[in-house]
């Protein structure tokens, strides 16, 4: 309620975002410092962050305007967050498992499954701190062993001086993943379907064939490229 002022009515004005879309572009421009010019690139083209926010690949072609992210990520203040983050840290000690006192002082090495997975994600991550900020998709064990999918942003606190450290924003995208390989499956089935139907079957958009299946084909004496 304190992000959106009371005298917007979501019925006028330019096209808005659900609050998950705003509070993720929010937090990443916040965390990682970027202007937007910066973020409006990276809304339009970063797979990982797409996907994550639910834009399939059929929706890449969709575009963020960079006026409709200025109106709504603008909403999202530092103060906004830092109320949020009071949430988000608890959230967080929940889905790794651990309380805050079991991780205080301990290496970041004992999150990760492998060392080549905590090699190979340190090294992106210190390579793109270069630019000042990097985002990463990646895997981290919890405290009960179980395997999660999570998106590491990851920003430098003072780009002048890296010996200040670096801030990370975690977000566990695992249950987003499990649903995309559930219709994956689900498509690949309808496909064999749909082909292997005993009768024929084809899908017509402007008057043009845009899918044939094997029976049709072989009714009309053509094969599915022709």
Not at 151 to 164: E, M, V
Request: net charge negative; charged share 25%.
């Amino acid at each position: 309620h304190q992000i959106i002022p009371e005298y917007i009515d979501a019925r006028n004005g330019r096209p808005g975002m659900d609050l998950w879309s705003r509070l993720v572009w929010g937090t990443l421009r916040l965390n990682s410092n970027w202007d937007y010019d910066k973020l409006w690139e990276i809304a339009n083209n970063h797979k990982t962050v797409r996907e994550f926010l639910g834009h399939t690949i059929y929706e890449f072609g969709e575009q963020y305007a960079l006026q409709t992210l200025k109106d709504n990520v603008s909403l999202l203040t530092p103060e906004h967050i830092g109320q949020i983050n009071q949430v988000v840290v608890k959230a967080g000690y929940k889905m790794l498992g651990y309380d805050r006192q079991e991780l205080l002082g301990q290496p970041t090495r004992m999150l990760y499954d492998s060392d080549q997975e905590y090699e190979r994600a340190g090294k992106f991550i210190y390579e793109q701190l270069d630019k000042q900020s990097s985002v990463i998709q990646t895997k981290l064990k919890r405290k009960d062993g179980r395997i999660i999918d999570i998106i590491i942003s990851t920003s430098l606190i003072d780009k002048q001086d890296p010996s200040k450290g670096a801030t990370s924003t975690i977000i566990d995208i695992t249950e987003r993943l499990e649903n995309e390989i559930a219709l994956k499956n689900s498509q690949a089935r309808l496909q064999s379907i749909f082909h292997s139907a005993s009768v024929g079957i084809v899908l017509i958009c402007n008057r043009k064939f845009t899918e044939v299946n094997d029976k049709i084909c072989e009714m009309l004496g053509y094969d599915r490229q022709e």
